[in-house]
C-alpha cells in the first residue's frame, strides 16, 4: 500500500519546486515521475558532466540521487515544510557510463520531522538498466525560517 501524502497538492508542490531548482536544470536532469514517498528523476549523457574516464561525475550522480531522496521526502511532508538533508551514504557499483541516469528516490520511513529515504540509479544504455549506485539519505521537514518547499 502506497503511503498517504500529508498534503493533496504534493504533486504542484513537488513540481514546483523542482522547478526552483537551479541545480537541476544547470545539469539538464528532469523530474519523470511523482508519486507519494516515490520520484523519478532522468540526466541525459553529457560529456561536460564527466570524470576523466568518461563516465559521469560520482558528484553528478550523487547530486540527483540526493535530490530524488529530498523530493520523495517532501512529497509526504505537511504543507507548510520544506525540506533539507542531514546525512546521505553513496556506493558507486559500476561505472555511470550510457545514454542517461535514471534516479528513483524512495521514502523508506516518513515522520513528522525526520524522514530515511534511499535512490538508486540506473544506467540507461541500448533499453538495458544497470545499477550504478545507491543512497542512503536522511531527510529533515522544516518550517518557518524564509524556508519554502
Given at each position: 500500500?502506497?503511503?498517504?501524502?500529508?498534503?493533496?497538492?504534493?504533486?504542484?508542490?513537488?513540481?514546483?519546486?523542482?522547478?526552483?531548482?537551479?541545480?537541476?536544470?544547470?545539469?539538464g536532469a528532469t523530474l519523470t515521475g511523482v508519486e507519494p514517498g516515490s520520484i523519478r528523476i532522468s540526466l541525459p549523457y553529457r560529456e561536460d558532466l564527466t570524470q576523466q574516464h568518461g563516465y559521469l561525475h560520482a558528484g553528478i550522480v550523487t547530486t540527483v540521487?540526493?535530490?530524488?531522496?529530498?523530493?520523495?521526502?517532501?512529497?509526504?511532508?505537511?504543507?507548510?515544510?520544506?525540506?533539507?538533508?542531514?546525512?546521505?551514504?553513496?556506493?558507486?557499483?559500476?561505472?555511470?557510463?550510457?545514454?542517461?541516469?535514471?534516479?528513483t528516490g524512495t521514502v523508506l520511513k516518513s515522520?513528522?520531522?525526520?524522514?530515511v529515504c534511499t535512490a538508486q540509479a540506473h544506467a540507461v544504455s541500448d533499453g538495458r538498466q544497470t545499477l550504478v549506485a545507491t543512497m542512503l539519505a536522511t531527510m529533515m521537514a522544516v518550517t518557518g525560517r524564509g524556508i519554502t518547499d
Open positions: 500500500m502506497p503511503p498517504e501524502p500529508r498534503d493533496p497538492t504534493y504533486e504542484a508542490r513537488v513540481r514546483s519546486s523542482f522547478e526552483r531548482q537551479k541545480v537541476m536544470s544547470t545539469i540521487m540526493d535530490s530524488a531522496c529530498g523530493f520523495a521526502a517532501l512529497s509526504l511532508m505537511a504543507p507548510e515544510a520544506a525540506v533539507l538533508a542531514i546525512e546521505l551514504k553513496a556506493n558507486f557499483i559500476a561505472p555511470a557510463a550510457g545514454e542517461s541516469i535514471v534516479v515522520g513528522r520531522t525526520i524522514t
